[in-house]
């Protein structure tokens, strides 16, 4: 049940916010989303934008997201030929939303070999943080029922960590610091790092969050964020060489 289909009134009003929050997929409050017509989300502003320093420009930025979404869905739709048009559409659509049968289709039409440079580079750059969403919300899912058990979450920490480990040259390549998913990508690409005793790679990935921070440097939480790693590479290096 689509509770954008439903009349508030109709139930209680807790309740239906609470439904309202969760299907559209918000991760946290404040949290700000785009949505067409038919209750279908066409763009979000997470938390990381709302308490960025210009939060009034996150708005103007997604807001454009939000019509550029449209318009491109339309054109997928009256072009579903087009590899570049409906690959760009994905794109947009991924990021708001993960879809198996999407990211297939996405990955269909990048096998045609007739995306347009810019988009294929979006793609390289997209592919990483789509991976470790996958990857984070099985975490999520096994943290729930073990949250209680210290180490069933270190567990299953130090798996998210080997698992984003081993896709770490793909993520360190990329320049987008933007992006909110990064950050977490490149913190467990960090601690699977240390854990196995690579040294350098820790370094570059703790490289990679200090840039990010630049953005954040009036938020204590991201600066707490990079902080807990900072201090774990120093740790961990201190007596090491290179990577192993």
């Given at each position: 049940?689509?509770?954008?289909?439903?009349?508030?009134?109709?139930?209680?009003?807790?309740?239906w916010?609470?439904?309202?929050?969760?299907?559209?997929g918000?991760?946290?409050?404040?949290?700000?989303i785009?949505?067409?017509?038919?209750?279908?989300?066409?763009?979000?502003?997470?938390?990381?934008?709302?308490?960025?320093?210009?939060?009034?420009?996150?708005?103007?930025?997604?807001?454009?997201?939000?019509?550029?979404?449209?318009?491109?869905?339309?054109?997928?739709?009256?072009?579903?030929?087009?590899?570049?048009?409906?690959?760009?559409?994905?794109?947009?659509?991924?990021?708001?939303?993960?879809?198996?049968?999407?990211?297939?289709?996405?990955?269909?039409?990048?096998?045609?070999?007739?995306?347009?440079?810019?988009?294929l580079?979006?793609?390289?750059?997209?592919?990483?943080?789509?991976?470790?969403?996958?990857?984070?919300?099985?975490?999520?899912?096994?943290?729930?029922?073990?949250?209680?058990d210290?180490?069933?979450?270190?567990?299953?920490?130090?798996?998210?960590?080997?698992d984003?480990l081993?896709?770490?040259?793909?993520?360190?390549?990329?320049?987008?610091?933007?992006?909110?998913?990064?950050?977490?990508?490149?913190?467990?690409?960090?601690?699977?790092?240390?854990?196995?005793?690579?040294?350098?790679?820790?370094?570059?990935?703790?490289?990679?969050?200090?840039?990010?921070?630049?953005?954040?440097?009036?938020?204590?939480?991201?600066?707490?964020?990079?902080?807990?790693l900072?201090?774990?590479?120093?740790?961990?290096?201190?007596?090491?060489?290179?990577?192993?």
């Amino acid at each position: 049940m689509d509770v954008t289909k439903v009349n508030p009134r109709s139930m209680p009003r807790e309740e239906w916010e609470k439904t309202l929050f969760s299907q559209k997929g918000a991760r946290g409050w404040p949290y700000t989303i785009f949505m067409d017509a038919d209750g279908n989300v066409v763009a979000k502003i997470p938390l990381e934008g709302l308490f960025g320093d210009n939060p009034e420009q996150a708005v103007r930025e997604t807001l454009a997201e939000a019509r550029a979404f449209v318009d491109l869905q339309a054109q997928a739709a009256a072009h579903p030929e087009d590899a570049d048009t409906n690959a760009r559409h994905l794109l947009l659509k991924l990021k708001l939303s993960r879809s198996d049968e999407d990211w297939k289709k996405l990955e269909g039409f990048v096998a045609t070999g007739k995306l347009a440079p810019e988009t294929l580079a979006r793609y390289k750059a997209f592919k990483p943080g789509y991976v470790f969403d996958g990857m984070w919300e099985d975490f999520l899912k096994g943290y729930q029922g073990a949250s209680n058990d210290p180490e069933k979450v270190k567990a299953l920490e130090a798996k998210l960590a080997a698992d984003t480990l081993k896709m770490h040259d793909e993520a360190l390549a990329i320049e987008d610091v933007k992006n909110s998913k990064f950050p977490y990508y490149w913190n467990f690409t960090g601690m699977g790092a240390i854990a196995a005793g690579k040294p350098e790679t820790a370094k570059k990935a703790l490289a990679k969050l200090e840039t990010w921070l630049e953005g954040y440097k009036n938020n204590p939480r991201a600066k707490a964020f990079v902080d807990r790693l900072r201090k774990k590479v120093e740790a961990s290096t201190a007596d090491q060489g290179g990577d192993k």
